[in-house]
């Protein structure tokens, strides 16, 4: 079992950063792919980034160049840095594992799911 807390959300205006943090439990930590999910009101989960066991990367066409994932295996901790922050990407972000080494886009392919953190950009 693994348990997912995000943290770090909040209200930003357009153009700031903001750091979001998902702490893992759990000893698969290191063996499994993780992902950035978010969701706006009346709209589905939409994938915004992925990181796999050897820290190969994929975003979303809408924030690749403005977010970064990253992970501390040490800390069991996955962060998604989000700079130029714009008012589309206001949502509730989702932290999401992966039993696996390989990362992937859709949100079926992930097996436990955090809580959710919120984060609004005023423009």
């Known amino acids: 079992q693994v348990q997912l807390v995000e943290s770090g959300g909040g209200l930003v205006q357009a153009g700031d950063s903001l750091r979001l943090s998902c702490a893992a439990s759990?000893?698969?930590?290191?063996?499994?792919?993780m992902g950035w999910f978010r969701q706006a009101p009346g709209k589905e989960r939409e994938f915004v980034a992925a990181i796999n066991w050897s820290d190969s990367t994929i975003y979303a066409d809408s924030v690749k160049g403005r977010f970064i994932i990253s992970r501390d295996n040490a800390k069991t901790t996955v962060y998604l840095q989000m700079n130029s922050l714009k008012s589309e990407d206001t949502a509730v972000y989702y932290c999401?594992?992966?039993?696996?080494?390989?990362?992937?886009?859709?949100?079926?392919?992930?097996?436990?799911w955090g809580q959710g953190t919120q984060v609004t950009v005023s423009s």
């Open positions: 759990g000893r698969t930590f290191s063996r499994s792919a």
């Open positions: 999401a594992a992966r039993i696996g080494t390989t990362s992937y886009r859709s949100p079926l392919r992930y097996d436990y």
